[in-house]
């Protein structure tokens, strides 16, 4: 039997704390030439997790904004969504 757990996190949040901890990470290896690679290593990973931080808020809100306005029409409800439509026959599709 398989089983396993559901966790629910606010996953802007939870990226943006694995970027601060690599931050810190960058920290222990700013001072050592030596490690170079690892401080790049570090802070690469810290302005990826901050960007996709960034992207996961603007994604979270604009599913907020379309589940509290039911009444929006398709074309902005497929703009927020990042769905692509196109016009066929003068519909939209």
């Given at each position: 039997?398989?089983g396993?757990?559901?966790l629910?996190?606010?996953l802007p949040?939870?990226l943006?704390?694995d970027?601060v ?8 290896y700013?001072?050592d030439?030596s ?15 901050s ?10 809100v604009a ?10 029409d ?11 439509y ?8």
């Open positions: 039997m398989v396993g757990y559901i629910a996190v606010n949040n939870e943006l704390k970027a901890w690599h931050l810190k990470q960058a920290k222990f700013a001072t030439k490690k170079i690679f690892e401080l790049w290593h570090e802070i690469r990973s810290a302005v990826v997790f960007i996709t931080s960034v992207e996961a808020f603007f994604n979270m599913s907020d904004h379309i589940n509290k306005n039911p009444n929006l398709l074309v902005t409800k497929g703009h927020l969504s990042e769905k692509q196109y016009i066929s026959k003068g519909d939209i599709k």
